[in-house]
């Protein structure tokens, strides 16, 4: 897997390329949640690759990218997301950011919105941690620093998939991937991203701002990151368009990948035809 350096550090990403006969095709980057990597977004790419250059980055200690001592932050990560940008080329892109990478493109959107077409945001939040939850996702952590993925794998399931994805068989070929790929990160570094993710500020203050069209997803069944927090997202984003998707949790790009390609599809052809 190909990496840019960003502040230094090698950021490892997937890039299709320009899809055969359209030197012109836009960039879509994909921003993946905690605990996972860009692979999340394998159906959404499969699906717009033919029309797009499609390039997922791997945040610091996740999926391709390996560990390093700090900058696990979301403020940090935001550089990460400019620098490679830039660095590829690819400015003006849409964003599509789950969770993790939400938190991610809505201060990339703020801050440096010349860089991006269009803003998408899956299962996310422009909130804090909520409160209650902290301590737990803490403790989780420490657990998998300590003895890996394997013995907490029950608990931290639940957060990141739907119920009704988890109690369908048919799913199980996906969650054993998201666990085996898992195993393979540094344990030191996914106690790290926890960390950033559970201690990060908000910017409710900042996504006003915003002027890109954006569209807003969410699982119906998500409780990582409930419907509302994005239903508060929509209301501070002017002209954002939200939809919620039924029988779905917090990993939407995988629990129901041919409705959020739907949705993403419909969205970018209409900003792109503007």
Request: proline content about 7%; charged content about 20%; aromatic content about 6%.
């Amino acid at each position: 897997m190909p990496t840019i350096l960003a502040d230094g550090t090698p950021i490892a990403y997937t890039d299709t390329g320009l899809p055969p006969g359209r030197p012109e095709a836009p960039t879509i980057v994909f921003g993946h949640g905690l605990l996972f990597g860009g692979w999340m977004f394998r159906p959404q790419i499969d699906a717009l690759r033919e029309h797009y250059r499609c390039v997922a980055i791997d945040w610091r200690g996740q999926g391709e990218t390996g560990p390093v001592a700090g900058g696990y932050d979301m403020d940090t990560l935001t550089r990460d997301a400019v620098q490679v940008i830039r660095g590829l080329g690819i400015a003006p892109a849409h964003w599509v950011g789950l969770s993790m990478g939400g938190f991610v493109g809505q201060r990339v959107a703020a801050r440096h919105g010349a860089l991006l077409r269009s803003l998408t945001l899956l299962d996310t939040s422009s909130e804090p941690e909520d409160a209650s939850k902290i301590g737990e996702y803490k403790r989780l952590a420490a657990v998998m620093r300590l003895f890996g993925v394997t013995p907490v794998r029950g608990k931290v399931a639940p957060h990141l998939f739907g119920s009704t994805f988890l109690a369908d068989p048919a799913n199980s070929a996906v969650v054993e991937e998201w666990a085996a790929r898992l195993r393979r990160c540094d344990r030191a570094a996914l106690r790290r991203a926890v960390l950033g993710v559970a201690d990060r500020a908000a910017v409710d203050h900042e996504i006003p701002a915003i002027t890109l069209p954006t569209l807003v997803i969410v699982g119906a069944d998500d409780t990582a990151t409930p419907p509302p927090r994005s239903e508060r997202i929509a209301g501070l984003i002017p002209a954002a368009e939200l939809h919620i998707i039924a029988e779905c949790g917090h990993s939407s790009s995988l629990e129901q990948p041919a409705a959020v390609t739907e949705l993403l599809w419909e969205f970018l052809a209409r900003v792109d035809a503007a």
